[in-house]
């Protein structure tokens, strides 16, 4: 009698780990993988020994302590009796706001430059081109210098306002330019004012939804609406008739001078104008090669078959090379825009209070506690560049060309 | 191959760091030279000369202690350090031995595991205010822009002192006193608080030092002394004695000048002790009986450092004050050599 079995499985032997292509990048990635663990677990350990050996310890609880110094500028509560932890979000808070500020203005002054270097005006050509040149060569940490410096040695003290022939007057009345920062009108929120608000912010949501309809309709029917002055009114006729009809409660409070500083209003310190505009002007320079790039990729026939449907030159970059040349820019601008929340760790050279003053500063050094501060600092920038990098991702596969 | 000798690389330096919390004297005399801590750059205290070498008062103290332990004044490594990495330097034993116009206090004493050996000066936390401001007293400062070096003890005292009266300020921080005094000069600040030591010197410096006062609060204590790693009580004991060794000297009158001429040639049991003619005492502390004697012709003794670094012949001009010796009023107090 004869036994029928299946053909037999290509049993699997320890020596396919290596000669099976299936089986081999696996194992090698294995072997690194292990490698690299006991690599970091040897480091790791050899640190955790040496702490233990002076007697030291690897321990969170400084965060929890009175950090015991002032910050000139907390957009959250704080006083020197906070936490560690709450000096860390201050800083936080800060480096945010510069880098926000500084990859807007950035970007506009970016794309300002490499449009008109592209220019047909020699003189506006050049100078685009100087500027790039020259800001983009030069590194950051001396142009923070030099705007610092400049602002506090061009502009003039507060005691200038003081007396009754001032050195220097302020600005219709109610601007003060000084070499600690600038001082403008702020809002003063009376009750009622969070309606204002909200109503501002409706009229936002309605101008856009406003503009989708009219396009939506220019698609469907061919009919063109009036965009500008209906945006604007949206924009602006609620929000007025709301302010007029809850009795104007919002108001301005004005700087005035008093005792040694201005008081009022609201006050953009020197550190922060320097940093943001340094980081704005460096990295503009950068991000105008982009955009210069951006646009000479588009071929040229692009937008000379826009000149012949008769396009003004504003309408073809607007229309028909800037949409395309997106796809070329937004990947480097990401780089960008990490560079500048990057760069704007540079802000103790001007006291600026950003992350790594307070928490990669002081506090490291008022606790002496180099190790867990620093780790929280690259844990810090890490989680911000992997978020804004996340952000643009999603507007750059926006942005990008469908292809079907 | 160049993985194992990344790991042989790794494994000794492992082993160095590991080695370096015990027995620092030995690893000083192995090597033959002291690694000390000193500032990145502070005149008087620790900076170059002209010639690249380092001279100032804290600068001093490790060329005794390496005099005393090594026999050469020279055999010292400087380690410039800024007050971020200074702690740091000393705790993982980059240096033996930190010499850097650092506070003693209760943290840094226990949570961050080191020794102070002593108090080499006594300073104090003041304020500097242009004479055209018309503030005669610190507490008149409410309201005020103040220059303040980063991550300093006086951070914290200028945090407290304004808590403290309940009056309001707005710090301006700066990394170093070349940077404070330029944004003070500018006006960018309208007062500029340091260790008042530090406030004689940069205004010392000024085109019209007359211009700028000195407010007379001093807001705060601050003891400056060397300090080393805690654990290693053999070599905090040595270092402590070089610094006592040197007071002492100053006390028992005994000078770069004379100390030859004083050697077995003194009734003074005292001096002959410290001297290293009578007694024992170098050999308590794993040294030759001529450690001391060594320490003092290094630089002179601390009368002598004093007066050739920060005193009031040189352009710093500090008066001794509160450093005078005990017996002349101040508190530099070497304990009985015995």
């Known amino acids: 009698m004869t036994t029928f079995s299946d053909p037999p499985k290509a049993s699997f032997r320890p020596s396919m780990l290596l000669s099976d292509t299936r089986y081999r990048s696996i194992t090698f990635q294995v072997i690194a993988l292990a490698l690299l663990v006991t690599a970091i677990w040897y480091l790791g350990s050899n640190l955790a020994a040496n702490l233990r050996a002076a007697g030291l310890n690897i321990s969170f609880q400084f965060l929890g302590n009175p950090a015991g110094y002032d910050i000139n500028q907390t957009l959250i509560p704080y006083t020197s009796q906070s936490s560690n932890l709450q000096a860390a979000w201050v800083g936080i808070i800060n480096t945010l706001l510069v880098s926000f500020l500084a990859c807007v203005t950035a970007t506009i002054f970016g794309v300002i430059a490499g449009v008109l270097r592209l220019s047909n005006n020699w003189l506006i050509r050049k100078l685009m081109a100087g500027y790039v040149e020259i800001f983009r060569n030069i590194p950051v940490l001396i142009w923070i210098l030099i705007i610092y410096t400049i602002m506090t040695a061009a502009m003039p003290a507060p005691s200038a306002f003081r007396g009754d022939d001032p050195a220097s007057t302020m600005m219709l009345g109610s601007f003060a330019f000084t070499n600690r920062g600038v001082y403008i009108p702020g809002p003063v929120w009376g009750p009622g004012s969070m309606i204002v608000v909200a109503t501002f912010v409706a009229s936002i949501i309605g101008v856009f939804a406003y503009r989708r309809y009219a396009t939506k309709l220019l698609y469907d029917t061919g009919r063109l609406l009036p965009m500008l002055w209906p945006s604007v009114a949206i924009l602006f006729v609620p929000a007025i008739v709301v302010f007029f009809i809850m009795g104007m409660p919002i108001g301005l409070d004005f700087p005035a001078l008093a005792g040694f500083n201005f008081r009022g209003g609201i006050q953009i310190g020197a550190p922060l104008i320097a940093l943001w505009f340094a980081l704005s002007i460096y990295t503009g320079a950068f991000i105008a090669e982009n955009v210069r790039a951006g646009i000479q990729a588009v071929s040229r026939g692009q937008s000379e078959a826009a000149a012949a449907l008769g396009l003004r030159p504003g309408r073809v970059m607007n229309l028909v090379v800037l949409p395309q040349a997106l796809r070329v820019i937004i990947p480097p601008l990401i780089s960008n825009y990490l560079n500048i929340t990057k760069n704007s760790s540079l802000a103790i050279l001007v006291g600026y209070a950003d992350i790594t003053a307070t928490l990669g500063g002081i506090t490291l050094n008022q606790t002496g506690r180099a190790i867990e501060c620093v780790v929280l600092l690259m844990l810090f920038y890490l989680v911000i560049s992997l978020g804004i990098s996340m952000v643009m991702n999603v507007y750059n596969n926006a942005t990008k060309l469908k292809e079907r | ?338």
């Open chain 2, 1 to 338: 191959m160049k993985k194992t000798v990344i790991f042989g690389a790794l494994t000794v330096a492992g082993l160095a760091a590991g080695a370096a919390g015990a027995a620092t004297l030995d690893d000083v005399k192995a090597r033959g030279k002291l690694n000390c801590g000193v500032t990145t750059g502070l005149a008087g205290f620790a900076a170059p000369n002209a010639n690249g070498e380092w001279e100032g008062f804290d600068v001093a103290v490790c060329r005794a202690v390496a005099a005393a332990v090594l026999s050469d004044k020279n055999a010292v490594e400087f380690v410039p350090t800024t007050g971020k990495t200074r702690f740091t330097a000393l705790a993982s034993g980059e240096i033996d031995f930190l010499a850097r116009n650092t506070t003693w206090t209760f943290s840094r004493d226990t949570d961050l595991k080191f020794d102070f050996i002593g108090v080499n000066y006594y300073d104090g936390q003041g304020f500097m205010v242009p004479k055209a401001l018309g503030v005669s007293s610190a507490k008149d400062l409410d309201g005020a822009t103040v220059c303040i070096q980063t991550g300093t003890t006086t951070e914290l005292n200028l945090a407290d002192f304004f808590r403290k009266n309940n009056i309001s300020y707005e710090p301006v921080p700066v990394e170093t006193n070349a940077e404070g005094q330029q944004q003070y000069l500018a006006g960018a600040c309208d007062t500029y608080t340091t260790d008042a030591s530090g406030l004689a010197a940069t205004r010392a410096t000024f085109e019209t030092p007359g211009d700028h006062v000195l407010l007379p609060e001093i807001i705060s204590k601050e003891p400056l002394g060397p300090l080393v790693r805690h654990g290693d009580n053999e070599w905090g004991d040595i270092t402590r004695w070089v610094l006592n060794a040197l007071i002492a000297a100053e006390e028992l009158g005994i000078t770069s000048a004379n100390i030859e001429e004083m050697t077995g040639n003194t009734n003074n049991p005292e001096i002959a002790r410290l001297l290293g003619t009578e007694g024992t005492l170098g050999e308590m502390i794993g040294l030759d009986n001529e450690w001391a004697k060594r320490a003092i012709m290094a630089e002179g003794n601390y009368g002598e450092i004093f007066a050739k670094n920060i005193g009031e012949e040189t352009p710093i001009g500090l008066a001794r004050g509160l450093n005078a010796q005990w017996t002349d009023g101040g508190l530099l107090y070497a304990p009985p050599v015995r």
